[in-house]
């Protein structure tokens, strides 16, 4: 199985990746599997525009392999 995300800007930032397409985030471990960043995508609020934007990732995962 294979466990990929994708990240937004503000959770590079956080974390200080330098070059975080192909980073292995072992905070994220999730049943054994590290997921590996397969791509970042612009900041975007996913609620009030009067919060901040938070670090995000979205999840991807082969389930059928």
Known sequence: KRLSIIV???FVKEFELENPIGTEIEFLDFLNFKPKIIGV??????????QKVEPSALWYTD???
């Open 8 to 10: 937004n800007e503000t």
């Open 41 to 50: 995508i612009k900041d975007f609020h996913n609620s009030s525009f009067h």
């Open 63 to 65: 389930w059928n392999s």
